[in-house]
């Protein structure tokens, strides 16, 4: 073994998994003992969570959990419910005929819908700033700096097919069949960035945070092309504000998971929750390593999912709502065998492309190999070298800087022992 690997191996750091050491129990919504309701959204902040029963019905907990009441629900009406989530200026409700605002934990709700949002189906609400951004299923992105007094929609953003919106510190993301967009201005204004489903056949489930780390999960078809996966649902990270993706070693979850329905991506702290149709997985090692924490948890679907600074929340068709206290989930320390790695050499496409002046090109080691990377152009001179130095096992990326070489087209070839794969990149100025 060469000497600097084992050297790696004896002194890099212990990863921790997470284990459980106790099952989910079933949680009474109210003093009816209403157990068996079909719960269809979940949310809350610090010690209160709100539930959404198939109705609508509303009910409120105020301790985390433990006790709830139903919430009267005035001025609510009967619209489909898409989404409920709280900030904080108050509960919304996210309707087929239009958003609903309670500042009284559901007791009252007044529409907010500017002479808009109940014509346009409002899908998904978050908060940026002091702005509300909302997108929809007719009509695109909308957002309003009143508080849902009135809506302006976002110029030039394409209607997408259910596009979510995630909101990850000063930036926005939306998701959809038709690829991923970043706002940096609290959704004012849009750029699209690597659109990972060009054939339009996959939806994002949602882009969540963990640190400075982004994750993404896609299907039916996976984020990146990469032969060595072959599951309709695909997890990637990414370092850099979602301009570049590399797959994430899903070790611990079974292949034929991928082939179910992914329902929800969720990050509370540094543990990332995958929820499957009936089955969830946590990780704490950045979604390299993955344990059911399943026990306990009825066979039907889930329909809800919440985490708080207390308990992991579940709702199940059919089944009501069923808690898991983050204190019974436990981190055991254990020492890897091998740092994570990949396993083929991968030269990715560079993004952005076309590109002025700069553009980032990832690839893949898989054994300790010495790289080498050549930018040329058409008539095959070599006009820049990238790399060229000895690499361990992992993931990487280089900026190529292109402001000395005129508009055309180039080509980078990444050499490692017997592989060479070359791609194209176009400079524009």
């Known amino acids: 073994m060469n000497r600097f690997l084992l050297l790696l191996l004896v002194i890099m750091p212990l990863i921790s998994v997470i284990e459980v050491k106790a099952q989910w129990q079933q949680v009474n919504l109210d003093s009816n003992g209403t157990v068996g309701a079909d719960v269809l959204n979940l949310t809350g902040s610090g010690s209160k969570v709100f539930a959404e029963i198939k109705g609508p019905s509303i009910f409120v907990s105020t301790n985390y959990g433990s006790t709830w009441n139903a919430a009267a629900d005035s001025g609510l009406g009967s619209g489909y419910i898409q989404q409920l989530t709280i900030t904080g200026t108050g509960l919304y409700a996210v309707t087929d005929s239009g958003i609903f605002l309670s500042s009284n934990n559901g007791t009252n709700w007044s529409s907010i819908n500017g002479g808009v949002m109940d014509t346009v189906y409002p899908f998904s609400l978050i908060q940026s700033g002091s702005n509300l951004v909302v997108s929809t299923e007719k009509n695109g992105i909308y957002y309003s700096s009143n508080n849902g007094a009135s809506w302006e929609n ?69 984020l990146i092309s990469d032969p060595l996966v072959s599951s309709p649902g695909y997890l990637c990270r990414s370092t850099d504000n979602g301009k570049t993706w590399y797959p994430v070693t899903t070790t611990g979850v079974p292949l034929v998971y991928f082939f179910s329905p992914i329902y929800s991506l969720v990050t509370y702290g540094s543990d990332i929750f995958l929820v499957f149709d009936n089955v969830v997985f946590a990780s704490s090692d950045d979604g390299n390593n993955w344990n059911d924490i399943s026990d306990g948890l009825p066979s039907s679907e889930i329909t809800a999912f919440f985490v708080n600074d207390s308990s992991i929340f579940a709702g199940i068709y059919g089944s009501g709502i069923w808690r898991l206290p983050l204190s019974d989930i436990i981190t055991a320390v254990k020492q890897p065998t091998l740092p994570s790695s990949p396993k083929s050499f991968v030269l990715w496409q560079n993004y952005p ?43 990487y990326q280089v900026t190529f800087n292109a402001s000395r070489l005129p508009s055309g087209v180039y080509f980078y070839r990444l050499t490692a022992g017997s592989f060479v794969q070359t791609k194209k990149l176009i400079v524009i100025k």
């Open 353 to 395: 492309n076309p590109f002025n002046p700069s553009t980032i090109i990832g690839y893949d080691i898989p054994n300790l190999s010495h790289v080498t990377m050549n930018v040329y152009d058409v008539l095959g001179r070599k006009v820049e070298t990238l790399v060229d130095n000895e690499k361990l096992p992992g993931h």
């Open 154 to 222: 976002v110029s030039g953003f394409d209607p997408q097919l259910d596009p979510l919106l995630s909101v990850i510190g000063s930036h926005i993301f939306s998701e959809s069949a038709n690829g991923m967009y970043l706002s940096s201005d609290n959704g004012k204004n849009w750029i699209q960035l690597n659109d990972f489903s060009s054939n339009g056949e996959g939806y994002y489930v949602g882009i969540v945070s963990s640190d400075s780390t982004l994750f993404a999960v896609s299907e039916p078809v996976p």
